[in-house]
């Protein structure tokens, strides 16, 4: 399955974020699951980060060194980063880390219902 995920610490405004983030990319099947001190983002083949969206979930203006900081820990190819916008896309690489996350999220899950 082609599809791309971003990795951000899971704190109160960045489940803001991923909520917007997610509502942006809902033609990308976008969606968040927070596990631990992580929120991962995904979506199929590309996730478009819009930097309007986020600042609007947040209520404030994001700095340039946190807007630049969503791009530290993804999987996928960066296609665009810009002032206002940030393009994740599909790449080879990410298939077998994304399959990787896929697993070990649900093996997490069975393990927490168990």
């Known amino acids: 399955m082609e ?8 704190v109160p405004a960045n489940v803001l974020i991923a909520k917007a983030v997610c509502s942006d990319n809902s033609d990308s099947n976008g969606s968040y699951v927070n596990f631990g001190p992580q929120i991962r983002l995904r979506a199929d083949k590309k996730l478009v980060l819009n930097r309007e969206t986020i600042e609007r979930a947040i209520s404030r203006r994001l700095t340039e060194n946190e807007w630049q900081s969503v791009t530290l820990n993804h999987t996928g190819a960066i296609t665009k980063l810009g002032h206002s916008e940030i393009i994740f896309e599909d ?7 994304d399959a990787y996350w896929d697993k070990r999220l649900e093996q997490l899950k069975k393990d927490f219902n168990d």
């Open 3 to 10: 599809m791309v995920s971003v990795f951000i610490e899971a």
């Open 91 to 97: 790449s080879e690489e990410s298939e077998f880390i």
